[in-house]
């Protein structure tokens, strides 16, 4: 039977990547670490080799392949520092499978594979993971509790955190992985601590390390006290505060109960942020309410480098599905997901509005008119557009509009780089201000709180730690019910207006919880993502002849391309030549010589514009539980694939790519295919209509209410195939001019 294990894996969730072009990790091995086969050697021979400073001798380290699952073959250590392993495959013609183990530790994730066509396989450090789990089931100790793991390896009084996973009934467990590498001793004391200050009664855990897991359940500990914290549904959010988050953030910027604000926002992310902002800007007396902590004060590529996906690392587990297709996780900090986001703002084209019923006035208002500048272009400005990447990515544009004609518009592909002190050319100017890098709202707002200013946080309160779990409406004002949970009580706060700015699944979940009208039943309804698809492989660019000058190795182009008649061909195209400098930043030059690449390459994905699908719905299962999401696979793409093989092919060929390597017709095995849905680009899950048929306005505000709005992209009455995050900023500005507008004609 095949080994079935835990999803999660590591060496490919936690493999360094930049949007749009996420791949399957490539195992090739680096020169230094091949070992070839012998070539008298004619036997048919597998060689597995595990390069390893982790996983060292003396531990005892085996492969389990398909042929056998219950057979544990014993690798050999050598001296170059690897595990290796060297088997007859006769008479098995399948691919192979296996997993490496440690007696019965099984290696976590996915089955590895084999193709029959190959002899060896390398894996390092990076590609496996070995340890020992404790999972304690509990329904008395959930967050906002906080459990933690002593040890005597850590030392009795260092915390060893774990993640809490919640189940659809609402119960859960506490998971801690202590791997093998470090905790090496075959048995072993534990002990639990609640809250960082209860520790278990009685004696300490004994448990085995050589097992692949030790359960427990709530009778099997106790920690003396009775639970008192508020209990939610939220994966991994414990709240912490710290006294760096107290400096960073000014305790004058606390909310108060007793204050009438002018507007209430929920949400921190790009759309609160953005929101927030700029109506403190304008005067407007604004609250925000977060329920998270202050985790990066600014985006995450302005900090150290890593080999591992922070956005996996940091993601809460939010929701459960009915087995459809949804995946990803939401961000609950400071600034939320405008952290982690890739930096893509292509604004929507004509064409994307026309995808959905978007209204006639949202779109003028972004677009712009003859009288009037679009909000777009705020929007740029705030989000710090990229004006150039030097002349290697000048020469790319201009190649591929003189190839390809008037069949596809080329542009740079815009992204959020601030570069202050270059021109559109790419020539040094002045050079006095210093680059703010990506745009994160986290970064807007410590800015703005930092300065004592009606700019500033004059009329700007944050409340980090705060979990929003019912609105309220009350005559006038609006009441947004809260658990603080950082000083665990319940409380209230009240404003003229609120906004919800909790992206396309929190947002319809806290409405449909607090009971808010929706006139036509479309609350929760419609949750859509684009369909993507990306070429798995990306060829060489040529080193020779005319177009030699593209395979340099240190050039690197971010490239957007749009067929010239979108209606036919409803997609847009990244093209991205060498990916591996994405985001590049890295103090460390040996590191920065590691990422150089060997050869040039390019790399070409499509994303489809898509209408809303009725069929997709959230639904709250209750305070303290998960909602449930259902979401099927999206097929828009299915008419267009011989179109999108035909693009790949032109813009391929423009780039000196050989014709007598691409396949002129779809074929499965060279593509990823995207059309799952997820948390990052989903939308239409309070859709926005002008004719009173969706659940807000053309100014976001609820069809029942005058004073409760939402701002994100569960507004979307339809899903364009540009990335959401420009528009979203956009939006944001526009509804603050309209509160704006709204207080002071209240005023007069």
């Not at 808010?516 to 060829?539: C, E, F, I, Q």
């Not at 449930?628 to 790519?657: E, M, T």
Request: include cysteine.
């Amino acid at each position: 039977m095949k080994h079935s294990k835990p999803s999660r894996n590591r060496a490919v969730e936690d493999v360094f990547y930049h949007s749009g072009f996420q791949k399957e990790a490539n195992f090739v091995p680096t020169k230094a670490e091949a070992i070839l086969a012998s070539e008298e050697d004619t036997r048919d021979l597998i060689r597995v080799v595990f390069k390893t400073v982790k996983y060292t001798a003396p531990l005892p380290i085996g492969i389990t392949t398909s042929i056998d699952w219950d057979k544990i073959a014993p690798m050999a250590w050598h001296e170059d520092g690897s595990w290796q392993i060297e088997f007859s495959r006769d008479g098995y013609a399948k691919d192979l499978e296996f997993k490496i183990r440690l007696g019965n530790i099984w290696m976590e994730g996915a089955n590895r594979n084999i193709p029959k066509t190959d002899k060896e396989i390398h894996l390092t450090d990076d590609d496996v993971y070995l340890a020992h789990k404790i999972e304690f089931s509990t329904d008395r100790w959930r967050p906002n509790h906080l459990v933690t793991l002593r040890t005597p390896v850590d030392g009795w009084y260092r915390d060893l955190f774990g993640r809490f996973h919640t189940t659809g009934n609402g119960s859960g467990k506490w998971v801690f992985e202590l791997d093998r590498s470090r905790f090496r001793e075959s048995e072993m004391e534990v002990s639990f601590v609640l809250d960082r200050q209860h520790r278990i009664r009685g004696v300490n855990l004994h448990i085995s390390l050589d097992e692949n897991e030790r359960k427990l359940r709530d009778d099997d500990i106790d920690f003396g006290i009775s639970p008192s914290a508020y209990v939610h549904a939220y994966d991994n959010l414990v709240a912490e505060e710290s006294l760096w988050e107290q400096r960073i953030v000014p305790p004058r910027s606390r909310p108060s109960a007793e204050k009438v604000y002018d507007v209430i926002v929920v949400g921190s992310g790009i759309a609160g942020g953005t929101l927030a902002d700029a109506l403190s800007d304008q005067g407007l007396s604004t609250l925000v309410l977060e329920a998270g902590g202050l985790g990066y004060p600014v985006h995450m590529n302005e900090f150290p480098r890593s080999q591992f996906n922070p956005v996996s690392r940091d993601q809460l587990g939010s929701f459960s599905t009915d087995d459809s297709e949804f995946v990803g996780g939401l961000i609950f900090n400071l600034g939320g997901r405008s952290n982690y986001w890739s930096g893509i703002i292509p604004e929507m084209q004509l064409w994307e509005f026309r995808t959905g019923p978007w209204p006639d006035s949202v779109r003028d208002a972004l677009l712009g008119t003859e009288e009037q500048l679009g909000v777009y272009k705020e929007a740029n400005e705030l989000m710090t557009k990229q004006v150039s990447m030097g002349p290697y990515q000048d020469r790319v544009v201009q190649l591929l509009k003189t190839d390809l004609g008037n069949s596809y518009k080329v542009e740079i592909l815009p992204r959020s780089m601030h570069q202050p002190d270059v021109d559109c050319t790419g020539k040094l100017q002045n050079v006095v201000r210093r680059s703010c890098g990506a745009f994160s709202s986290s970064d807007l707002l410590l800015e703005s709180l930092g300065y004592n200013t009606p700019a500033g946080e004059q009329y700007l309160d944050l409340a980090l730690h705060h979990l929003t779990t019912k609105i309220e409406p009350a005559g006038d004002l609006v009441l947004a019910h809260c658990q603080d949970l950082i000083a665990n009580r319940s409380c209230v706060y009240r404003a003229r207006h609120l906004v919800m700015c909790c992206g396309s699944v929190e947002t319809p979940r806290l409405a449909i919880q607090s009971g808010l009208s929706d006139p036509n039943t479309k609350m929760g309804r419609g949750l859509t993502d684009h369909a993507a698809y990306v070429n798995k492989w990306t060829p060489k660019l040529p080193t020779t002849g005319r177009l030699k000058w593209l395979g340099n190795v240190d050039g690197h182009a971010k490239i957007m391309v749009r067929p010239a008649n979108p209606l036919e061909n409803p997609f847009n195209i990244e093209v991205l030549i060498n990916s591996s400098y994405w985001d590049v930043r890295h103090r460390d030059p040996d590191l920065w010589r590691n990422v150089r690449p060997n050869e040039a390459t390019v790399g070409i994905k499509f994303i489809f514009a898509s209408p809303l699908d009725d069929r997709n719905w959230i639904r709250p299962q209750g305070e303290g539980k998960k909602p449930l999401i259902h979401v099927g696979l999206n097929h828009d793409a299915k008419p267009y694939l011989d179109r999108i093989v035909k693009a790949r092919n032109d813009i391929f060929i423009a780039l000196g790519v050989p014709s007598t390597g691409l396949s002129t017709e779809w074929l499965n095995d060279e593509w990823h295919v995207g059309d799952k849905g997820s948390v990052q680009h989903s939308g239409g899950s309070m859709r926005m209509s002008d004719n009173g048929t969706g659940v807000v306005d053309e100014n976001l505000k609820l069809l029942a209410y005058d004073n409760i709005h939402c701002c994100d992209a569960s507004v979307f009455p339809s899903i364009p195939a540009a990335n959401p995050s420009l528009t979203i900023a956009a939006l944001a500005l526009r509804l603050a001019k309209h509160l704006a507008h709204l207080r002071k004609d209240l005023n007069k």
